[in-house]
Nanobody, 121 residues
Framework: QVQLVESGGGLVQAGGSLRLSCTAS????????VAWYRQAPGKQRELVAR???????NYTDSVKGRFTIPRDNAKNTVYLQMNSLKPEDTAVYYC???????????????WGQGTQVTVSS
């Protein structure tokens, strides 16, 4: 069974750091673009950061200079390194990935279960 498994959320004080992990497990042929989204209470889900299979990254303006999205292809894992956290970063963070399940097959969109990040002031 193919799935995305997230970990690393928790409670941290403002100014602190957290690293989220998103690991693709199961029978996977390829991992294309991977993104992190977040959704705060009462707000729409928003794109936080994205990395392509070629390593090109983009970030929403509010996290530029504070968050990075490195990937470890050998481990089928993408991280979200979050530094200088602010209370407004509090949200449920979701991993999203386009996965190829076999050679030549269309890419399939997968979502993780979400992990809570809470930043206290």
């Amino acid at each position: 069974q193919v799935q995305l498994v997230e970990s690393g959320g928790g409670l941290v004080q403002a100014g602190g750091s957290l690293r989220l992990s998103c690991t693709a497990s199961g029978s996977i042929f390829s991992i294309n673009a991977v993104a992190w989204y977040r959704q705060a209470p009462g707000k729409q889900r928003e794109l936080v950061a994205r990395i392509t299979s070629g390593g090109i990254t983009n970030y929403t303006d509010s996290v530029k200079g504070r968050f990075t999205i490195p990937r470890d292809n050998a481990k089928n894992t993408v991280y979200l390194q979050m530094n200088s956290l602010k209370p407004e970063d509090t949200a449920v963070y979701y991993c999203n990935a386009l996965l190829g399940l076999s050679a030549g097959s269309p890419l399939v969109d997968y979502w993780g279960q979400g992990t809570q990040v809470t930043v206290s002031s």
